[in-house]
């Protein structure tokens, strides 16, 4: 147990949809970064916040946003939802801004249909 | 931005030998150097990392190695176990410390015959 939890465990939902993902880093972690992992994209970098900021942005399509609270959990919105969006979601989450030594929370299997 | 290749995709080891990964990444300004193995359907899991001013770092069964010059690194199992079976991920942060998130390769699927 990496200490970092994630909610849902699964969610089904239809195309054209919006849900939001949620992420509690481990206690004392200021970073949270979320990944999506499928098997013809692999693991990608989406978006990473500090501390309530937006510190960096990946391969994140602007149909999906986040935001980090004062309590630092995280969402991740998804919206307009397609078929291709099914994959998993991973957050990760860091003591420091700078990246290194990321653990990863269980993932959110999200299902397009 | 950063680009990692990993190889082989598949490795097949015998119970006791010794496994070996390589990737090669293309941003020079990458100092961060992380390994995940990912069980299926579990959470990748952070098993050894190494920074840019370290050429190698060990521990028990598991090394990394860190190549600057040639811009790539690998990972080492040494005396391998069935519980070594997994995905292994490597990854490098595109500016130097992981402002960029982590790059991942495509994978290494380890598999320990008996």
């Known amino acids: 147990d990496s200490g970092v939890t994630q909610t849902p465990k699964h969610l089904i939902t239809a195309t054209g949809q919006r849900v939001t993902l949620r992420c509690s880093p481990r206690?004392?972690?200021?970073?949270v970064y979320w990944y999506q992992q499928s098997l013809d994209q692999g693991l990608q970098f989406l978006i990473q916040y500090y501390n309530g900021e937006e510190r960096a942005k990946g391969n994140i399509l602007e149909r999906f946003s986040a935001q980090q609270f004062p309590d630092l959990h995280s969402e991740l919105n998804l919206s307009s939802l397609e078929l291709g969006d099914s994959a998993l979601y991973f957050c990760a989450s860091s003591v420091a801004e700078g990246g290194y030594e990321q653990y990863f929370g269980p993932g959110t299997r999200l299902t397009v249909t | 931005g950063e680009n990692v290749e990993q190889h082989p995709s598949t490795l097949s080891v015998q119970e006791g030998d010794s496994a070996v990964i390589k990737c090669t990444y293309s941003d020079s300004a990458s100092n961060y150097f992380p390994w995940y193995k990912q069980e299926l359907g579990k959470r990748p899991q952070l098993i050894i990392d190494i920074r840019s001013n370290v050429g190698e770092k060990k521990d028990q069964r598991i090394a990394v190695t860190l190549n600057k010059t040639a811009k790539h690194f690998s990972l080492h199992i040494t005396e391998t176990q069935p519980e070594d079976s997994a995905v292994y991920f490597c990854?490098?942060?595109?500016?130097?410390?992981?402002?960029?998130?982590?790059?991942f390769g495509k994978g290494t699927h380890l598999i320990i015959q008996p």
């Open positions: 990854a490098a942060s595109g500016t130097g410390g992981g402002a960029d998130g982590l790059t």
């Open positions: 206690s004392g972690d200021l970073s």
